[in-house]
Each structure stands twice: as structure tokens, then as C-alpha cells.
């Protein structure tokens, strides 16, 4: 029988336009790590936590910290969701263990 298969000896290059297969991969879906407002938590506790768990410059961190104060919620920053929850959780227990009521959530984008 001789069909059209392709002869393997037969190194003639292929013709037409080669494409990119390109595996699907999904982006990942973010989440905001949002700061809440209240009376007691103060001001430098609060600018610590923007330093010490979300990396933030002393200047961001007063500018976050005010804008929060001034406006009841603010955004800490957007993650993944393992690394905003794991955000999330760090502030609650710094809250927690200094005995501030500061709130803090996580919101998807
Ligand atoms: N409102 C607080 C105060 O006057 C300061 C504060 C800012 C508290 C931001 C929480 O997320 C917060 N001491």
C-alpha cells in the first residue's frame, strides 16, 4: 500500500506558518488586604504593621496609615490569595497580642 505518510528519510523542511502552542495557564485571581479605621489603634502601631508585614517605606506607610484614618479603609496592597491571607492573619495577631481592635480583611479583585 502506498499512501500519502510522510517517508522518514525525507528531509524536505515543512511549509507554512509555524505557531506557538502555548500550554493554558490561568493568572492567578488577587486579593486586596484591606485596612479598616477605628478610635484606638494607634497611629504608630499601625504604621509599624505597613513597615514590618507589608514592606512599606516609613513615608508610604504614614500616607496608607493617614489615608485609612481619614477616609475608614484603606488598601495595605494586592496579593495571591495564600499571601493575603497569610497578611491578614499577621496583622490580626499582632492586633490581637498588642490588644488594638484594628481590623483588617481581604477582598478579592
Ligand atoms: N484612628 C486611629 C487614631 O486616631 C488611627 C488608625 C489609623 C487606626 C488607621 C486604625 O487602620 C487604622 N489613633
Known amino acids: 500500500m502506498s499512501g500519502p505518510e510522510k517517508d522518514e528519510n525525507d528531509n524536505t523542511p ?7 502552542v502555548r500550554p493554558k495557564t490561568k493568572k ?9 479605621n477605628d478610635d484606638y489603634t494607634p497611629m504608630e502601631f499601625v504604621t509599624s504593621i505597613l513597615m514590618g508585614i507589608f514592606k512599606k517605606s516609613k513615608e508610604d506607610a ?12 484603606g488598601t495595605c496592597g494586592v496579593y495571591t490569595f495564600e499571601i493575603a491571607e497569610t497578611k491578614v492573619a499577621q496583622v490580626m495577631e499582632a492586633a490581637k497580642r498588642a490588644q488594638h481592635p484594628l481590623q483588617c480583611t481581604l477582598e478579592k479583585t
Do not use: C, D, F, W
Not at 62 to 67: F, P, Q, T, V, Y
Open 62 to 73: 504614614m500616607k496608607i496609615m493617614l489615608n485609612v484614618h481619614q477616609k475608614g479603609v
Open 14 to 20: 515543512e511549509r507554512g506558518v509555524a505557531t506557538k
Open 28 to 36: 492567578p485571581s488577587m486579593y486586596r488586604v484591606v485596612l479598616m
